[in-house]
């Protein structure tokens, strides 16, 4: 009888305490989730795929559904009422999926990032100087927010070109440190130009973005099968009401 008080007791807590931390994995859930929906929101056109910010979305969804469970994790052990107990369980399996759903996405889109930038080279490619063609405006808003230089380096944009043909290029002005107020996109004084290629500085940052949200999903859903075996230890504890069948006979 004293084993079971102590386990009844230490589940108890365990579930306070898990659902006290899914509050706080609620906040990084919606900060993983924001960071992959502002990725795609922000550079949307270099993107392959227009479903790239679903796991960004699942991620808000499960953060949005976890202060809810929190409350009935921190409710369930004070107040041993059944409906909570249960209520908890089902929100648990359907919390679980989404993570499932999200965390698989993301791996598959980290995996697939090098695919989903293959609209770069297009708009690389087909980019016009005159910033008020709307071919331009993407490619100038990255190379500006990422502080880069063409693809994959800023000799992106004097490749294929004779010598004669370069010696007159002026290279975009999105191209020029923001610390160097003389640029003019001046190939020749490279010391003024973002060095690194915009193609890796983009990769790098939904990668990171979706890794993110991929451990953030695999930590919960870790968290959440804790406080459901505690729950469920609970719920063992608890027995069900007996009811029984009225019958006619005693009341005759």
């Known amino acids: 009888m004293g084993c079971v008080v102590a386990a009844s007791s230490s589940a108890r807590v365990l579930l306070g305490l898990l659902s006290l931390l899914l509050w706080g994995a609620a906040i990084a859930m919606a900060l993983g989730g ?11 056109h270099f993107f392959q795929d227009d479903y790239l910010a679903l796991p960004g979305w699942l991620a808000m969804a499960v953060a949005f559904l976890l202060l809810p469970a929190g409350g009935l994790g921190l409710s369930t052990p004070n107040r041993s009422a059944r409906w909570r107990q249960g209520t908890f369980m089902y929100a648990t399996v359907v919390l679980i999926c989404l993570e499932a759903s999200s965390a698989i996405l993301a791996q598959t889109y980290s995996h697939k990032r090098g695919l989903e930038l293959r609209a770069m080279d297009q708009l690389f490619h087909w980019y016009i100087r005159n910033s008020s063609d709307p071919r331009s405006r993407p490619v100038d808003e990255l190379q500006e927010q ?32 923001k610390s160097s107020a003389n640029c003019t996109g001046d190939p020749a004084r490279p010391d003024l130009l973002y060095q690194e290629g915009c193609r890796t500085k983009l990769e790098q940052r939904l990668e990171f973005t979706l890794s993110f949200v ?10 959440q099968l804790l406080a459901a075996i505690a729950n469920g230890i609970l719920m063992k504890q608890q027995p069900l009401p007996d009811y029984r069948i009225l019958e006619s006979a005693k009341f005759s």
């Open 34 to 44: 924001a960071f992959v929906i502002i990725t795609y929101k922000h550079y949307k």
């Open 146 to 177: 990422l502080e880069c230089c063409g693809l994959h380096n800023y000799t992106d944009w004097v490749i294929g070109l004779s010598p004669s043909q370069a010696s007159h290029l002026w290279l975009p002005e999105s191209c020029c440190k």
């Open 214 to 223: 991929f451990w953030c999903c695999v930590v919960v859903g870790c968290l």
